[in-house]
């Protein structure tokens, strides 16, 4: 069974930073891109970053570039978010998800989620 | 606000059969596949539906979907009270949305 589990999420203030963790398991980690997708509060998912299986690439949307940095340790099978410099738009619920490729293309998509961990970003 | 438009509620009583509606444009439900999710609260999202119209193992043929032009849409017949629960479509985008764009989501209640 397939088990995505994040955490590391809290309440930081602006321009603070924060680690999150997505732990993988029932599945070959090491062959799978991965993402994270966020959800703020009263809104719809956003997509927010893709890691490839190997690592060599990222991607990230234009609303996080150069301040949220995605990374994988396939040995922990493990996801992370490192999240710098955080807004107050940041705040969200934070989902990572396995990807059904090992790299991002539009083929293809995400079929299993975590359940989220909150982030909040507030003074 | 959301690149893809659903209606933010729906309804039905046991039974009954419905639909939810997602619009988008030509750069992403005009041009890919759509995808559903299912998001009970506290739950991790599920995937419902595939590539427009594909069903995963395990999920009930109740639940089915379709696409047409830029517009796409998930049915479910046979209501059940479990399935009182928030749904969201998705798509790959071209455009400089993308490449993953989501709906803002609808939430559908069992009366």
């Known amino acids: 069974e397939v088990q995505l589990l994040e955490s590391g999420g809290g309440f930081v203030q602006p321009g603070g930073s924060l680690r999150l963790s997505c732990a993988a398991s029932?599945?070959?980690?090491?062959?799978?891109?991965m993402s994270w997708v966020r959800q703020a509060p009263g809104k719809g998912l956003e997509w927010v970053s893709t890691?490839?299986?190997?690592?060599?690439?990222?991607y990230y949307a234009d609303s996080v570039k150069g301040r949220l940095t995605i990374s994988r340790d396939n040995s922990k099978n493990t996801l992370y978010l490192h999240m710098n410099s955080l807004r107050a738009e940041d705040t969200a619920v934070y989902f990572c998800?396995?990807?059904?490729?090992?790299?991002?293309?539009?083929?293809?998509?995400?079929?299993?989620w975590g359940q989220g961990t909150l982030v909040t970003v507030s003074s | 606000q959301s690149v893809l438009t659903q209606p933010p509620s729906a309804s039905g009583t046991p039974g009954q059969r419905v639909t939810i509606s997602c619009s988008g444009s030509?750069?992403?439900?005009?041009?890919?596949?759509v995808y559903w999710y299912q998001k009970l609260p506290g739950t991790a999202p599920k995937l419902l539906i595939s590539r427009n119209n594909q069903r995963p193992s395990g999920i009930p043929d109740r639940f089915s979907g379709s696409k047409s032009g830029t517009s796409a849409s998930l049915a479910i017949s046979g209501l059940r009270s479990e399935d009182e629960a928030d749904y969201y479509c998705a798509a790959w985008d071209d455009s400089l949305s993308g490449p993953w764009v989501f709906g803002g989501g609808t939430k559908l209640t069992v009366l």
């Open positions: 030509s750069s992403n439900i005009g041009s890919n596949y």
């Open positions: 890691i490839s299986a190997s690592g060599d690439s990222t």
């Open positions: 998800a396995k990807y059904t490729h090992f790299q991002l293309q539009r083929q293809d998509y995400f079929d299993y």
């Open positions: 029932g599945f070959t980690f090491s062959l799978y891109a």
